[in-house]
């Protein structure tokens, strides 16, 4: 390590920022925001130096001259920015010889310290440096560390200062760390990070009274959308819960290549479809989340897509409310937009569509749906659950009175190994998917907007498309 990691007071300390060109503006701004009053020296300042010296009145500063010495009096830091090595020289030689700590930008060797890349969850800070052997590593490191971090882990952090003392006081010293461990793996650091304020407080002042009574960590569960199985695809707040789950509940619709993101320890559960074809029923699945809830384990449901839609996500949510087990919901992306985004599909259109209806198939011969609205143009309806109605499907929406050359469109594994997208028309669908054996799981769309769906490789207007391993 060539390099000591410090974070540096700088509030109303002096900086001096040599340069007037944009790179000087920025370092200059980065000293403003950490509460310095910063001095730009530069004959001249370009436009963003400027803006800059007018959105920071009374703390920015313009020294409208070449560099001198005599302008890093009293500094506690200077930047040397400028296009002119000969000055940014002067400055690093000038700095030395004064003690003051000096960054010349772009060239380590003259500078006593370097910038890290930053990753700011203000009270929480991330630097990165690669001792100026690799910035763009360091930045590409930073890109990682920024999707890994939650948004509002700053305000986590506010909320866990302002109850520091209040915990000092109340716990003894050894009881401490695990009760903030716990908090911040918990479901009160994870409405914070949420956003959500409504019983915070409350919560805080149960955690706590629970420890003082030395009560044990109860289990939550949460119930993520996996998404439609590309692992690209799932939310940076099902990774980040992924990752903190004792056990994973899943089933059929999971891609293994999501369930791998889970940790390796965690216990994994299959909850789906048996291969003899029974499912798991949704009261054992209810049971078992709850069970290991009650065990304070942390519990992960993973669910396809949404698990509000078409997911039973609901009912699992009210069993656990039931128990009183604390859930979180993580939304995922559900099938029907990973296949109309894989199918260069627009599922509303100015001119084409003015909504989009999410409808299930499952339920075609309970007559629970609105066959005349769901024939009405200028509109697109996707088909979950359809495959293998998709005969009766066509039938009823011509009854209903949708023309033959409506398009249509059958989208299999969208986003998956062997994603298929079947391309033609209401009437002509049925004959084709069962000439390509289209099978579960698949999504029909049905609308105008179909026509614009990706359509490479075709052979003439109306023919089919048939992509991927078919
Ligand atoms: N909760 C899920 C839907 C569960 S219902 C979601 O939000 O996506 C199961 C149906 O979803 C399947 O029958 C199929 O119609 C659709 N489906 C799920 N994953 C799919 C995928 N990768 N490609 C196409 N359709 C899919």
Redesign the pocket.
């Known amino acids: 390590m060539d390099y000591l990691p410090l974070f540096l007071r700088i509030e109303n300390r002096r900086a001096v920022v040599i340069g007037g060109g944009p790179v000087a503006a920025r370092k200059a701004e980065l000293l403003l925001k950490c509460g310095a009053r910063v001095v730009l020296i530069a004959p001249q300042l370009q436009r963003s130096a400027r803006e800059l010296l007018a959105a920071w009145p009374g703390r920015l500063e313009h020294q409208e001259a070449a560099f001198a010495a005599a302008h890093l009096e009293g500094a506690a830091l200077a930047i040397a920015a400028c296009d002119v090595p000969a000055v940014n020289a002067q400055v690093a030689r000038e700095a030395e010889a004064h003690g003051i700590p000096v960054n010349v930008v772009d060239d380590p060797a003259r500078s006593s310290f370097i910038f890290p890349a930053i990753v700011d969850r203000s009270p929480v800070i991330v630097a990165i440096g690669s001792q100026g052997a690799a910035p763009v590593l360091a930045r590409r490191l930073r890109g990682l560390i920024e999707a890994l971090l939650p948004a509002r882990l700053g305000e986590l952090a506010r909320f866990a200062g302002e109850r520091r003392q209040l915990v000092q006081q109340q716990l003894a010293p050894r009881a401490r760390r695990p009760f903030w461990e716990r908090l911040f793996s918990g479901p009160l650091a994870r409405q914070v990070l949420a956003g959500e304020t409504e019983g915070v407080r409350e919560g805080f002042a149960r955690a706590l009274a629970g420890a003082r009574a030395q009560a044990p960590a109860p289990g939550e569960v949460y119930l993520i ?1 996996a998404g ?2 590309d692992p690209d695809l799932l939310t940076l707040r099902a990774l980040q819960l992924l990752q903190q789950a004792d056990v994973v509940l899943y089933d059929r ?1 999971v891609d293994p290549a999501v369930l791998e993101r889970a940790r390796r320890d965690a216990e994994r559960v299959f909850v789906g479809k048996a291969p003899e074809g029974c499912h798991t029923p949704q009261e054992l699945i209810n049971e078992l989340l709850i069970d290991y809830a009650r065990r304070g384990l942390k519990v992960a449901r993973l ?5 509000f ?3 039973r996500g609901g009912e699992e949510l009210q069993a656990l409310a039931r128990a009183g087990i604390a859930c979180t919901v993580v939304p ?1 992306i ?3 937009l ?2 109309a985004a894989a199918a260069g599909l627009p599922l509303t259109h100015r001119e084409l569509s003015q909504s989009v209806t999410f409808v ?1 198939g499952h339920a075609i011969g309970e007559d629970a749906l609105d066959w005349p609205a769901l024939a009405r143009p200028r509109q697109t309806i996707v ?5 293998s109605r998709l005969a009766d499907i066509v039938i009823r929406l011509r009854a209903a009175g949708a023309p033959a050359q409506r398009p249509a469109a059958l ?6 190994a062997g ?1 298929r997208i079947l391309r033609s028309t209401l009437a002509e669908l049925p004959a084709l998917a069962a000439a390509a054996q289209v099978s ?4 029909l769309v049905i609308g105008e907007v179909v026509a614009l769906a990706r359509a490479e490789g075709e052979l003439a207007p109306l023919a089919c498309l048939l992509q991927g391993v078919a």
Not at 411 to 416: P, T, W, Y
């Open positions: 959308g439609p199985g619709l669910k396809g897509g949404d698990p839609i078409f997911g995922g559900t099938a029907g990973a296949a299930t088909f979950y659950m359809s495959v989208i299999e594994r969208a986003s998956l994603q579960a799981p698949a999504l």
